[in-house]
């Protein structure tokens, strides 16, 4: 969906061919030049592009402030990024668009689950950061930041038993 929104946004939809995909397999055809590019959805940074993008072996493509313009305001979740921030060793600034939640749901789900999913993703936010660097910085007092939707009451009570609400 967000590819496609991206794609959208620059009137380009119908002259691409796109195809749902597994990202270590997509890497490889991107590095054989079987495929011109790559949409990802994913907690950056993804360790898959480190190395390709510390060697300059493959190019992020910068969205253009219009089109970043027409993302946010399709949807208040965007939050623009820089994707040098997650690839240090890149040769550019790109910007691009990122997602900030690190959870989403229905509003009808049960507070209870919903407090306690956090309190599971959050008891286990060590190993998560061990599997992705993206996770480095994250810990509830991070947990609300680029908040655009209301928070869910599971949430707000996860999140005031943690100290950060009052």
Do not use: C, W
Not at 90 to 108: F, H, I, Q
Not at 118 to 125: D, G
């Amino acid at each position: 969906m967000i590819g496609k929104q991206i794609l959208d946004a620059y009137g380009i939809t119908h002259e691409v061919i796109a195809e749902r995909g597994d990202t270590e397999k997509a890497r490889g055809s991107l590095a054989r030049k079987e495929i011109d590019a790559i949409f990802t959805i994913a907690r950056l940074p993804v360790p898959a592009y480190t190395e390709m993008a510390s060697q300059n072996a493959m190019k992020f493509l910068p969205l253009e402030p219009a089109q970043l313009k027409i993302l946010r305001a399709a949807s208040p979740l965007y939050a623009e990024v820089d994707i040098k921030d997650f690839y240090p060793a890149y040769k550019n600034s790109v910007k691009a668009v990122g997602l900030p939640g690190p959870m989403v749901t229905r509003d009808d789900m049960p507070a209870q689950i919903v407090n306690q999913l956090l309190k599971i993703v959050y008891s286990q936010m060590k190993d998560l950061q061990k599997m992705n660097d993206g996770f480095k910085n994250d810990s509830p007092a991070t947990g609300l930041r680029g908040l655009a939707i209301p928070l869910h009451p599971g949430a707000e009570k996860y999140f005031k038993e943690a100290g950060i609400l009052k």
